[in-house]
């Protein structure tokens, strides 16, 4: 075989153990080459070069302006510091949003997964229709225990316990109607925020929930389960914050009938949040209409010890309060205290008692009987007993967006400061508090009632703006997180341009 010209060293590559006279010549003009065989293996290479970036690009994020006439060198230094810190505070707000997504998330899975798992609810009896679980169901049931559930339960969300989810849910899992009646409740409550009375898709579930029920209680022995009376007091108590009173008497003695039947409240001893939903509903018009309540709630409280110098300092002249009101007066007190300590995470007592503790004060205040006492004595009662109940009220703060829950006390509380000589016997600063605490709570022509009285108390005693107000009434009961934000709605503008009406024309006078 003869070699290539001398001209450039060379190489020749051939197979030896091939019978081919097919050889590679390879030149080494330019220095020995690397044998990397006949074919390339592995990816080719990327090409190294950039597309060219735009200096008009609007993917820059920050922005330098240099403020001296010859930038310095290390500005360029400087603007790479900024980005890098401005960046590394982005990245961890972006990485504390999507925790804080994942959390609201696993807050509401179990909800949604038991919904998702049971698209149909069987009840029970197999008299009653199961219901097939659509989407605006979910959607309504989401609302119903997330936005409005710390709306309704006031105190159970610093216990992180949501009945809704926790007790109602499961139950409505196994009972069709307690199903509907939930459904009715989430939407007519998203309703009343509307401004809408009821819509047609909550009318629908209310009719198969009351339905359902009617079927279960005809007949010699009606069948009364803890989802039955629970639906009953549900459905009460939304009647009562659509305004319908008589429709919430109507249900109130129904209730009372299937509860005698169950044996009495005492059946429900050791059914803590069944218990708790009979007193809700049945304080929820007992407390609006100043009567006594259908049901009772015998809990002993400890006595608070202490003397009458709070009580007393609502006085003008030298009075005796009866020793009922001034032991329910310092036991709230205890609460007012419970409260500000839950708001602060610094409480020492259960949340839930704190409910049981409130519950009892509002049927100890409205079991009250003022008949066999001094006139005198009597009516200066008539008008602690309605003051004590709307605090604690606007204790609870649970008024629904667009509802009004305590109207009827509102306009009794004006009848009854009406009837005496209000700057004869009351201190201004007391008038004060309760004026506020009134207008915070009270929708229709009360509230005006109470501004004319505020304003009156704010320029006998020389206030001048709100934070003066404020510190007044915190010589009585004040809840920190509830009342600041409640009463800031009737601040010094609205008490200063409040005119005065024909309510309180005489008595201020």
């Known amino acids: 075989m003869e070699a290539p010209s001398k001209k450039a060293a060379g190489m020749v590559v051939f197979n030896s153990a091939a019978n081919t006279d097919v050889f590679v010549v390879s030149s080494w003009a330019n220095g020995p080459q ?20 735009s200096e008009d690009s609007h993917q820059t994020y920050f922005t330098f302006i240099t403020y001296t006439e010859a930038p310095k060198r290390h500005c360029v230094e400087v603007q790479k510091v900024v980005k890098r810190n401005a960046m590394h ?10 925790r804080v997504n994942k959390g609201n998330l696993l807050s509401i899975i179990d909800v949604m997964t ?14 009653e229709p199961s219901i097939q679980l659509d989407q605006y169901m979910l959607d309504r049931l989401h609302t119903y225990t997330t936005s409005i559930y710390e709306l309704v339960y006031s105190i159970e969300k610093y216990a992180d316990y949501n009945p809704i989810s926790e007790t109602w849910l499961p139950m409505a899992f196994k009972d069709p109607a307690l199903l509907h009646c939930l459904i009715f409740c989430a939407d007519g409550y998203s309703a009343l925020a509307d401004g809408v009375r009821e819509r047609p898709l909550a009318v629908m579930h209310l009719k198969e929930a009351s339905r359902m029920v009617n079927q279960r209680l005809r007949g010699p022995n009606p069948i ?21 009173v008589e429709n919430w008497k109507i249900h109130l003695e129904g209730l009372r009938e299937m509860i005698e039947l169950r044996g009495g409240m005492e059946a429900f001893a ?45 006085f003008r002249i030298k009075l005796h309060m009866d020793p009922r009101l001034a032991r329910i007066s310092r036991q709230i007190h205890e609460v007012t205290m419970n409260m500000n300590a839950v708001h602060q995470k610094s409480a020492s007592c259960h949340r839930l008692t704190i409910r049981e503790d409130i519950t009892t004060l509002q049927y100890a205040l409205l079991a009250l009987d003022f008949r066999n006492v001094e006139e005198c004595e009597g009516r200066i009662s008539d008008v602690l007993r309605p003051a004590y109940l709307m605090y604690l009220v606007t204790l609870l703060d649970e008024a629904l967006p667009g509802t009004s829950i305590c109207d009827g006390l509102g306009r009794k509380l004006v009848a009854q400061m009406e009837a005496l000589p209000l700057r004869a016997i009351w201190t201004s600063e007391f008038l004060l508090w309760v004026a506020s605490s009134a207008a915070s709570m009270v929708r229709d022509e009360g509230k005006g009632c109470f501004l004319v009285l505020a304003a009156s108390c704010t320029e006998d005693l020389g206030i001048n703006d709100w934070e003066e107000t404020e510190a007044v009434s915190r010589d009585f009961y004040w809840i920190d997180k509830t009342q600041t934000l409640l009463m800031s709605s009737t601040s010094e503008s609205n008490i200063r341009n409040g005119t005065r009406s024909s309510a309180f024309q005489t008595t201020l006078n």
Request: glycine share 4%; with cysteine; proline share 8%.
């Open 224 to 244: 009364i389960t803890d989802s039955t009376l629970v639906i009953v007091c549900t459905l009460a108590h939304a009647e009562k914050l659509k305004g319908n």
């Open 89 to 98: 505070d982005y990245r961890q707000r972006e990485r504390e949003k999507k």
């Open 114 to 127: 038991n919904m998702v798992l049971l698209p149909v609810i069987t009840s029970e009896n197999p008299d």
């Open 34 to 53: 690397k044998l990397t065989g006949f074919e390339k293996r592995g990816r080719p290479k990327k090409s190294p070069k950039r597309p060219p970036r």
């Open 270 to 314: 050791d059914k803590r949040m069944v218990q708790n939903k009979i007193h809700r509903a049945d304080l929820s018009g007992a407390i609006d209409a100043v009567e006594k309540p259908y049901f009772a709630f015998h809990r002993e409280s400890p006595t608070i010890p202490g003397t009458y110098a709070r009580e007393l300092r609502c």
